[in-house]
């Protein structure tokens, strides 16, 4: 049972547009979000994360957005850059249990110049 | 200076053999975890340790035997591979797990079981 999903495995984007990841959950127990990034012969690094009591934050062209009721967060990447091209995993926790992440099967980036 | 490091990077092996794969963060870290990334690419938590001390352990067979020397170090044993056992290993470290801190990844072992 997938209680965090990426439902598109793949985006293209063209270099200086606006690349926007959607991430869906099921567990209204989770609290915390976190946007990872994924190169290729490497592990993740972590991008961006997002406490429930906020519904956006921002660092730089990196913004997460998201909706408690719709149980939805979103990535949006602005403007997006070659070297932004990667996977990108949305992941979750609860309180009681921040230790115990659970990821999403991720979504391959590609930004073409 | 690499700050969660992993050995080997690759490994092949037979089925019926033992493994270990080593781990190693010197961020100062609390907290360890083993990942395990499947053919679908899912990543799955395996065991948390922290400060020596197995807090999670999700379903996973007994074959797989996590040992925590120091903080520093949590290294995965593995009896008896299995076909099934094919999959990257990711080491992961964090500062705390009472608190949402992200984690730190080591750069993963490739794991094929022949």
């Known amino acids: 049972d997938q209680q965090v999903k990426q439902n598109s495995p793949s985006l293209s984007v063209q270099e200086g547009r606006i690349s926007i990841l959607n991430c869906d959950y099921t567990n209204s127990m989770f609290d915390y979000f976190l946007w990872y990034k994924k190169y290729p012969a490497e592990g993740p690094t972590f991008l961006i994360s997002?406490?429930?009591?906020?519904d956006k934050n921002e660092d730089g062209r990196f913004t997460v957005f998201l909706n408690k009721s719709a149980k939805h967060l979103s990535l949006h990447i602005v403007p997006s850059q070659p070297g932004d091209s990667a996977v990108y995993f949305c992941?979750?926790?609860?309180?009681?249990?921040?230790?115990?992440?659970?990821f999403g099967p991720g979504t391959s980036l590609s930004v073409i110049p | 200076d690499t700050a969660v490091s992993q050995t080997p990077k690759y490994l092949v092996t037979q089925m019926g053999n033992d493994k270990s794969i080593k781990c190693e963060q010197n961020?100062?870290?609390?907290?360890m975890y083993w990942y395990k990334q499947d053919s679908k690419k899912f990543l799955k938590i395996m065991f948390s340790?922290?400060?020596?001390?197995?807090?999670i352990n999700e379903t996973v067979p007994n074959r797989f035997s996590p040992k925590s020397p120091d903080k520093a170090h949590l290294n995965l044993h593995i009896n008896s591979l299995e076909l099934g056992d094919s999959a990257v290993y990711f080491c992961?470290?964090?500062?705390?797990?009472?608190?949402?801190?992200?984690?730190?990844f080591g750069p993963g072992t490739r794991l094929t079981v022949t």
């Open positions: 992941a979750a926790s609860v309180e009681t249990s921040y230790d115990k992440v659970i």
């Open positions: 997002i406490s429930s009591i906020k």
């Open positions: 992961a470290s964090s500062l705390s797990p009472s608190s949402p801190y992200e984690q730190y």
């Open positions: 340790y922290n400060n020596k001390e197995l807090i």
């Open positions: 961020l100062g870290h609390d907290t």
